[in-house]
């Protein structure tokens, strides 16, 4: 099922966001008992899972890292 997860604002540009991903009940329980997110959403890409943990863009990450 697709799942919308409204993300914490961005730390860099400030802005709200959300992302939509494929998720099972199965996963979204795991996450939601603490497992880590790599392992309850292994499909999902590494700036979609580091947005959903901390609100950083892609974009922004990259910029404050280059």
Known sequence: MKVKIITLPCPS???ADAVVIDATDEQLDAYNKGALIQVAFPHVS????????TGYHAKCWNKMWS
């Open 46 to 53: 590494i700036d979609i899972r580091e947005q959903i943990i």
């Open 13 to 15: 540009c400030r802005k």
